[in-house]
């Protein structure tokens, strides 16, 4: 019996049937994947059988939206298909639109490359910052968390709200102790703190960057280094914080001084403490819950920025998460 179709859309722009299409169909089979549902795209048309009906809606919303941004002359990857599909299920349509019209950039980097929000909760993201003393970002690599974080103390530093930033990173040691590896203490953490000086020479370039740590306006240090100190008028980032524990985090908290930012990043599926060691981000987000000036931004799978393969493999150990 030959299957029957529905059309549910209408182009308005016959043309945008060869970009909805990809090369070799690539776009609308990537698009069937996110909806659960097959879809078929012809003599601009949008079609799915009858009894696929219950995605009507979110069909014509998706594929209103994929129009309206196309007709901007705005090019869209997979990972913002990911991102697009994902909120219109949830029924953010407008809010998706708005985040790809609404550039509002964070940043300018050093090859005038403009930074802005290319998730809605990379964007809420960026409100929290601007409206919370401390911050806790909380999700898989790849989405923006620390890159954001770093770009927005450089924000901050250009416009002369802090007067240093200062760059946190618990050393979970494997074998060796920090005494006995070769090198002044800078050259001894810097393995640990890669992907910090990556956003910092997006920022500034190596030369200024490097310049800017001998002043002391920018700081890198272990996370043991920040006993005992109050650090005022600075931006102040602590990475991969599910590798520190819970005392190490409420000292670290408690570093807090008059002028400044406290930005907490880190992803609790990947712990790397010893067996029995609780982590000390997964306390603190307990116990912080509530507090005033602290807030907690949480990402997901569908803010991955990285090859659409990251996306579907962080997918799949969410899923295998739920599982267990």
Known sequence: MQETYHVVYHLKNPLNEVKLLGPSNSIISFLEEL???????HQATVQIKDKDLDQTKALVELFEVLEDLLNRGITLSTRDLVTIVKNVKEGLKDAIVDLYIEKDVLLTLHSGKPIYPKSLHQKAYIAALNH???VFAVGPAGTGKTYLAVLYAVSLLRRGDIKRIILVRPVV???EKLGFLPGDLKEKIDPYLVPLYDALYDCFGKETTNKMIEKG???VAPLAYMRGRTLDNA???LDEAQNTTCVQMKM???RLGFGSKMIITGDITQIDLPLKT???LI???EIVKGIKGIHISEFDATDVMRHPLVYRIVKRYEEQSHED
């Open 132 to 134: 919370h003393e401390i």
């Open 278 to 280: 609780a982590s000390g």
């Open 283 to 285: 306390d603190a987000l």
């Open 35 to 41: 909806m659960g549902c097959p879809i078929f795209l």
């Open 217 to 219: 306006i920018i700081e």
């Open 173 to 175: 040691e494997a074998g």
């Open 235 to 237: 931006a102040i980032i």
């Open 252 to 254: 670290f908290l408690t």
